[in-house]
């Protein structure tokens, strides 16, 4: 069986908690204590009750380490992807700051002299 080709097109970028607390102006505990609070969040730090299984707004990345006492260990990190960061940030009354759009971004059409005297 083969795999599609635009497999690697449908993945999102995802944000873990660190990189999301940066974006939403806050440290990484504190962001997860307020998430803890709302009900997004178990106190694992993975997601809680309803959030579980929303692929659309956050997913768990899994992994194993190599533990000095314990041997390989397992764990799960929670990644927010672009609509769970928005998600959150409106939950948590958090106004994210916004990108243009690309067509408000258009370049202004300069003309300078040398253009002038050949045209």
Known sequence: ?????????????????DQAAALLNLGRNSLARRLREAGVLGTDNLPAGRYRG????????TGTYWHP???WTHYGRSEFTDAGLDH?????GIE???LPCASAQQVP???????????
């Open 1 to 17: 069986m083969s795999q599609p080709r635009d497999q690697e097109a449908t993945m999102h970028a995802t944000y873990t908690l």
């Open 69 to 71: 006492i314990c041997g």
């Open 96 to 98: 994210l700051a916004r």
């Open 109 to 119: 059409h300069t003309h300078n002299a040398r253009n002038a005297q050949h045209g």
């Open 54 to 61: 929303r692929v659309n707004l956050v997913i768990v990345a």
């Open 88 to 92: 959150i940030a409106s939950k948590l």
